[in-house]
């Protein structure tokens, strides 16, 4: 420890993590929006004097970890012109990689005249202007139109406020009261943290916790490159598709991930260009995505601080949709975050088998109802995140409607009671979706469907659901996708058109007695359903997760009377095992690519044999990896017993030589409103 015992070390440790824990409760208690007290969407950090993060608690590392860049951005802001007092914040979404509605507060703490650390937190604002109600206005084509751009301002200027920059701010947003009630929880716990820190650097002067905090992160280092060590060395790629707000064009996030030793790179930078819409990312957004995922698959035990990030290179394109540049819109950019951390699960499947999980991440959930109350005479914002299932592991089935690894504590099921109480909304139901989890070995969780009804006489519906086109694949031997969001509208007991594209709706008008309904995505699955354990497909069935139906379909079970046909079943698995369709998979240099996605070519025999058309997606399954979506091409002059799958996609090449792969047609899986 050069000089400074390990006792005291991790006593300053826990000081400062308890001096996190001890911010997140001031502002859940002090805080005015339900987005913040009941969901817990904001997130607080300690970082050192250079911006590098020393400590966090039960936060979202997403949401924080882009906060050394703001620090970076301020600091090339105003120099010298940092003092005592001051409280910086800033929200834009090409330095911190997400909506604006993720506003950071940075204050700066001092001994003295010295900087010594910063501490930030992260905020999701319930209203911070634009063209839509809650602000997530993911039709949108440029940055303005998002809301209020900040760039570093000093709100607080040693001291002392700056009440023009929070006038400004406050005439710019829909929800004045709920915005400035939040900030000021913020700048209380801020100020309480200074003095934790006061305390801490006086019982054990500055020198001793300045030399904890480096061995803090030199210990998250050094784990780190210990877990990337274990693994095979090789090169991997993978590549998953988003879903644009405008079209149904898939949008392609490519990422080659290479370990030699103990360090890591991680390479985006053939990903899809910057879009029209508003799926896109700034700096912090892959590089958040990537760490997070690492984190998880290898080293998920201890702290996280910029240590453990020290291994990890992540490359990105300028003007990619992973690094958008000025005006693109953003405010999908936590789509982007969520989808990167999904990408980089997935491409450890080979090298990090025991670690990862099945379409664990549910890429974004927003769904905001915004409108004029009646009864209380005033405007409401009532934004909502319900999870749906996740993934599988290889040891487990994933969880039913519970937040995954990437979501820290945040609370995915919005209280029932403070939504009828706090908005003109009622509740009706709120309950599992049997069938609905990715069949698997393992299978995974299952979703969620829940019904409001409006109680007011107008409101809007705004949403951004994603994936609502592509479903998350399942790892490994024919494990099956999971299902997509869906969102519905009746009125009169008659469904409505909502015009919107892939479940991403822009202020969609509704009425008094509107049902509005929303079916969560879920986990995919783990393994062949075909190997799954009968007990356990029949332990499913006696829980109501699964129907007879969908133990035969999807895990081949024959079950009579309660009981499983142990003769019939075998018969039903090996009649469905002889169904799938095998080629051969070819490790062509490139594969087949066009209009940025991967083509797979075939015969018109083969075509309608599988029961496809042009265009339609199927998924290329191996074995020893992550499925692959392609897109069909009828071609006659196509190889007749071969399709390409690009240089090892997913695979170590030199384990990988040409294997035969099943071609699955794709199905989005959707479960009716009733």
């Known amino acids: 420890m050069k000089g400074v015992d390990p006792i005291t070390v991790e006593v300053v440790r826990n000081a400062f993590i308890t001096l996190i824990q001890e911010m997140r409760a001031s502002i859940g208690r002090a805080a005015f929006s339900p987005i913040i007290y009941e969901s817990h969407d904001f997130s607080c950090a300690l970082l050192n004097a250079r911006g590098e993060i020393t400590a966090i608690s039960d936060d979202l590392p997403a949401h924080i970890l882009p906060t050394a860049l703001g620090v970076t951005a301020a600091q090339e802001k105003f120099g010298d012109d940092i003092h005592p007092g001051d409280v910086i914040m800033m929200n834009d979404p090409y330095v911190l990689g997400s909506h604006m509605n993720d506003t950071a507060t940075l204050h700066p703490y001092f001994l003295g005249d010295r900087l010594m650390a910063w501490?930030?937190?992260?905020?999701?604002?319930?209203?911070?202007?634009?063209?839509?109600?809650?602000?997530?206005?993911?039709?949108?084509?440029?940055?303005?139109?998002?809301?209020?751009?900040?760039?570093?301002?000093?709100?607080?200027?040693?001291?002392?406020?700056?009440?023009?920059?929070?006038?400004?701010?406050?005439?710019?947003?829909?929800?004045?009261?709920?915005?400035?009630?939040?900030?000021?929880?913020?700048?209380?716990?801020?100020?309480?943290?200074?003095?934790?820190?006061?305390?801490?650097?006086?019982?054990?002067?500055?020198?001793?916790?300045?030399?904890?905090?480096?061995?803090?992160?030199?210990?998250?280092?050094?784990?780190?490159?210990?877990?990337?060590?274990?693994?095979?060395?090789?090169?991997?790629?993978?590549?998953?598709?988003?879903?644009?707000?405008?079209?149904?064009?898939?949008?392609?996030?490519?990422?080659?991930?290479?370990?030699?030793?103990?360090?890591?790179?991680?390479?985006?930078?053939?990903?899809?260009?910057?879009?029209?819409?508003?799926?896109?990312?700034?700096?912090?957004?892959a590089r958040s995505g990537a760490f997070v995922a690492i984190k998880a698959a290898l080293d998920p035990h201890s702290p996280v601080n910029a240590g453990a990030f020290r291994p990890i290179t992540v490359i990105t394109r300028p003007g990619s949709m992973l690094q958008a540049e000025y005006p693109a819109a953003c405010c999908g950019a936590m789509n982007v975050i969520n989808a990167t951390t999904e990408a980089v699960m997935k491409n450890l499947a080979s090298p990090y088998a025991d670690g990862v999980i099945a379409g664990a991440v549910p890429i974004y959930a927003m769904l905001v109802l915004a409108g004029w109350d009646d009864q209380r005479g005033r405007s409401f914002i009532h934004f909502e995140s319900n999870i749906g299932g996740t993934g599988a592991v290889k040891e487990h089935d994933g969880n039913n409607v519970v937040a995954g690894y990437e979501r820290s504590d945040f609370p995915r099921i919005f209280p029932a009671e403070v939504a009828e109480t706090q908005y003109p909304l009622r509740l009706e139901t709120t309950e599992l979706v049997p069938d609905s989890g990715g069949p698997g070995q393992r299978r995974g969780g299952l979703g969620l469907r829940r019904v409001i009804r409006i109680m007011c006489e107008r409101a809007v519906l705004t949403t951004n659901l994603e994936p609502s086109v592509y479903p998350s694949t399942g790892l490994f031997g024919g494990a099956g996708a999971g299902t997509v969001y869906q969102v519905n509208v009746t009125r009169n007991g008659r469904r409505l058109d909502l015009r919107s594209v892939n479940g991403k709706t822009v202020g969609f008008p509704l009425e008094r007695g509107d049902l509005v309904e929303q079916i969560?995505?879920?986990?995919?699955?783990?393994?062949?359903?075909?190997?799954?354990?009968?007990?356990?497909?029949?332990?499913?069935?006696?829980?109501?997760?699964?129907?007879?139906?969908?133990?035969?379909?999807?895990?081949?079970?024959?079950?009579?009377?309660?009981?499983?046909?142990?003769?019939?079943?075998?018969?039903?698995?090996?009649?469905?095992?002889?169904?799938?369709?095998?080629?051969?998979?070819?490790?062509?240099?490139?594969?087949?690519?066009?209009?940025?996605?991967?083509?797979?070519?075939?015969?018109?025999?083969?075509?309608?044999?599988?029961?496809?058309?042009?265009?339609?997606?199927?998924?290329?399954?191996?074995?020893?990896?992550?499925?692959?979506?392609?897109?069909?091409?009828?071609?006659?002059?196509?190889?007749?017993?071969?399709?390409?799958?690009g240089p090892a996609e997913g695979r170590d090449p030199s384990e990988a030589p040409e294997e035969m792969v099943w071609v699955r047609p794709l199905a989005a899986r959707e479960f009716p409103a009733e």
Request: proline share 4%; net charge negative.
């Open 119 to 285: 501490v930030a937190v992260r905020v999701h604002y319930l209203d911070v202007g634009g063209m839509t109600p809650g602000s997530i206005a993911i039709q949108a084509t440029e940055v303005h139109q998002e809301g209020t751009r900040i760039p570093p301002i000093k709100l607080y200027d040693r001291g002392e406020p700056n009440r023009a920059a929070m006038d400004l701010l406050l005439a710019n947003v829909r929800q004045h009261r709920e915005f400035e009630g939040d900030l000021m929880a913020v700048v209380g716990a801020a100020n309480l943290a200074h003095t934790r820190l006061a305390e801490t650097y006086d019982k054990y002067s500055p020198e001793v916790v300045e030399r904890c905090s480096e061995l803090i992160l030199d210990r998250g280092e050094r784990r780190m490159r210990e877990a990337i060590s274990r693994a095979k060395p090789g090169e991997y790629s993978h590549e998953p598709y988003m879903e644009s707000p405008q079209d149904r064009e898939p949008l392609l996030i490519r990422v080659r991930l290479s370990g030699r030793g103990d360090n890591i790179v991680v390479d985006f930078s053939e990903s899809a260009p910057q879009t029209s819409g508003a799926i896109n990312g700034g700096l912090a957004s």
């Open 520 to 645: 969560t995505t879920t986990g995919a699955g783990y393994g062949d359903p075909l190997t799954r354990e009968v007990d356990l497909v029949l332990h499913d069935l006696s829980n109501g997760y699964i129907t007879e139906d969908h133990a035969r379909s999807a895990y081949g079970v024959v079950i009579r009377d309660g009981s499983v046909d142990l003769e019939a079943t075998d018969l039903l698995r090996a009649d469905l095992a002889g169904r799938r369709r095998y080629l051969r998979g070819r490790d062509d240099e490139e594969g087949d690519f066009a209009f940025g996605r991967r083509v797979a070519r075939m015969k018109k025999e083969l075509a309608d044999d599988l029961d496809l058309r042009q265009g339609d997606v199927v998924e290329l399954v191996t074995t020893n990896a992550a499925a692959l979506r392609a897109w069909v091409d009828i071609d006659d002059g196509a190889p007749a017993d071969s399709v390409p799958m």
